[in-house]
């Protein structure tokens, strides 16, 4: 199975204030769990649906995997999907693009436009 080279992070706007400043250390789950939690493409709209249905003022942000290295590792999550999770911060020269959350016509979680 090829795995993709970019995965999101849903943050919220004082989360993204942080990794505008230089990196976010992560969201209260994230620190309990010991990772930041990352979501592929194919991922994203469920995530969002099911941790953030109620937060107004999201954010995305697409992370460069490749850029992570070692620190990020996939492990099965809910359902038996693999799940990027990331071992560090994450820093804003591994982030490719960031947008506010938008939705696409058909209810998806819109991604973040990469240069």
Request: avoid cysteine.
């Amino acid at each position: 199975m090829t795995r993709p080279a970019t995965a999101y992070k849903v943050l919220t706007a004082p989360q993204m204030a942080d990794l505008e400043a230089g990196s976010f250390q992560g969201a209260p789950i994230d620190i309990q769990d010991g990772y930041i939690h990352l979501s592929t493409a194919a991922q994203l709209t469920e995530t969002v649906d099911r941790h953030f249905a109620d937060e107004p003022d999201l954010w995305v942000a697409a992370v460069d995997l490749e850029a992570l290295g070692d620190a990020i590792r996939w492990e099965v999550s809910r359902g038996g999907a693999e799940f990027p999770h990331l071992y560090g911060a994450l820093t804003l020269d591994t982030v490719v693009a960031y947008s506010p959350l938008e939705r696409a016509e058909d209810g998806s979680v819109a991604l973040p436009v990469t240069g």
